[in-house]
Structure formats: C-alpha cells, structure tokens
C-alpha cells in the first residue's frame, strides 16, 4: 500500500453491511436492548436474561460495539442515548420490529444487479400489487418511525390549537399519523384511506390508544378512490410519494386540492434529496429500495414536490427537516 492510498476498511465495512443489519436485527429479536436498558450489563446476565448462549450474547455486545450501538466501560455494556431511544421494547418510537423485519428483507437484493439493469423490478412490484400482505408485515414495523415527523408537524400545522378539524391520511398504514394528531387535538377527527387488512390494522392500534371514536376508514385503492370536495382540513400523503412515478403524485395532488377547503394543507412526508442530488444520505441511498420495489417510484427533489404541487394548485410550499425524512406542506 503506498502513502496516498486509503485503507480498505471503510469499503470493507460497506461490502459486509449485512453484518450490521443482522447483529441489530437478531440482538432487537433477543430483546438485547431492553434488557441492557433495564440493568443486565454483561454478556452472563444478558445470556440468563435473554434465554441465548453466553457466546452468542458476546457476539452480539461485540458487534454492537462495533457498529456503535452500545458503549463499554470497564467490562460493563450499556446502550448509546440513540439504542436507548430508538430500540428499547415497548417506547413509542421503538424500531425494534422494523429491525427483525429488515433481517429477512437481505435476501431481496441478491435480485439488484439485474433491476438495475432492466431499471425497475424483474418480478412483481411490492408496491403496485393491490393489498400486498407485504403492507401487513411493514405497517406495523414502521410505524415508530412516523412519531418524530408527526410531532413535527402538529407543531408547524399548530394542531393542537386547530378545533374540530378533519383530516385525511391517504395510504394511513399503521394510522400512527391519526393516533397522535387525534391525542395532540381532542376535538379532531381523521379518516385514513388504504386496503382493508390495514384498515384494520390502524383501527385495532387507535382503540388501543383510546382515540378510536374520532377515527374511520374508507377501504380501497387510493388511484381511484374518491376523496370529496372541500371536505378536510388537512391531507396526509406518508411514505407515498415515493412508490409514484411523477404523473400518479400530480393527480393525487390535484385531489387533494379539490378534497382540501379553502384554506386548507396538505402534508407529504417522504424521504427528499437535495435539488442537484448531492444530499442528504439516507434518501439517496433509499432510491434503492424503490428500484427494487416499484415501477416509477424514486427519492424525489425538493423541485419535484414544489413543481407538482404548484402544477396541482398550491400556492405556498415549504420544507421542514424531521430526519431522515423531510415534510413538505403546501396550502
Ligand atoms: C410505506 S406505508 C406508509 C404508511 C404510513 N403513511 C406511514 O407513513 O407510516 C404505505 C402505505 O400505503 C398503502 N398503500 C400503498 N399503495 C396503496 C394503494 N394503491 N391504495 C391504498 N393504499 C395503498 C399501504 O397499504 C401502506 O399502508
């Protein structure tokens, strides 16, 4: 190795990614981080406490270690603030599922060489499929991933002070979006659009959550479902916008122009590049997925949004961070 070049670590690292995504994803399926959180610092305790082999639950501390997730101090382990916060069971914004989910999505990108090539998918798209029991198994996993996007945008929406507003969630999922905005505003009420089996989904998580009464679901596909006129104060478009291809988001825009009263917002929430593509990470290395995924889904530019929000009749359009995804709301 000369002195210009760079180690091959880094690379290395990124070829074996899949050894992050799966020590993550079996130690969330061990409960590993709960019971970090709750005292079990060494890989004996953890082994006792988890019901898995002191070797296996050294494998996963180092790997944990390694990839930055729990931190050591003189022979004892503990979570890292960002472990506590985001993979401890039972918290609200816990990404404990969506880790064991990920596990068994790997295998899907054996197939990526070859999408690249053809430029979309070389079996059935995932997201164009109508009620995909692939929704049942993400919905639920992907729900905490919506908390912090949602409070962002009560707060800029000023939610909680808006009365009895309605609002409309099309492609609702989990209706994790609904849950909160119905607990931050007792007055409103919010009607999600999605398949059946979701529907019932979010419906059975609401009543959980005691906001049920405020909440009711239309069943169908939301390409040709109709959304009314004038009827909502808010619309909802979550982790949508990036299974469309352009035209299908200008169509959906446009209806919820005509769906919104005067006045009214929109909000789309979505991973969103950078103008010229330079940025940020996350986006940009999802593009991937939708690929993979969809037919003409992509990570869009904050100029897409803007065009085709303009194209569909908004007239203010503004951009708010809630990482990794961006909100856009235009009136
Ligand atoms: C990625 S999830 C997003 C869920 C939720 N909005 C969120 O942000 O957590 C996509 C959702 O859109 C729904 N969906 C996808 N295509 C649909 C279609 N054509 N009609 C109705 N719902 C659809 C799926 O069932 C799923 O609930």
Known sequence: MTDQQPAPDGVLRLINGYWATGVVGAAAAHSLFTHLENGADTAAKLAIRADIAERGAQTLL????????????EGRYRNT????????????????????????????????PEVVGAGGPVTDPTTEV?????????????????VPAATVAAEVLGLADAGEISILDVGGGSGVYSAIWLETNPAARSTQLDWEPINAIARRLLAERGVA?????IDGDFHTTDFGIAKYDVALYS?????????????????FRDALKPGGAVVICDYVVDDDRSGPAFPLIFAAEMLLKSKQGGTWRQSDYRDWLVKAGFKDVSFHSAPPATLVIAR
């Not at 506590?84 to 899907?108: E, I, N």
Request: glycine letters at 8%.
């Open 62 to 73: 180092d790997g944990l270690l390694g990839v930055g997730l729990v931190e050591l101090d």
């Open 81 to 112: 603030p960002e472990a506590s916060a985001y993979l401890v069971d039972g918290k609200p914004t816990s990404l404990s599922s969506f880790a064991q989910l990920k596990l068994k999505h790997m295998g899907s990108l054996v197939a990526l």
């Open 130 to 146: 109508a009620r995909n029991p692939h929704w049942e198994e993400i919905v639920p996993a992907i729900a905490a991933q919506s």
């Open 213 to 217: 009464d405020r909440f009711t679901t």
């Open 239 to 255: 982790h949508i916008a990036h299974q469309e291809g352009p035209e299908d988001n200008v169509a959906v825009f446009a209806r």
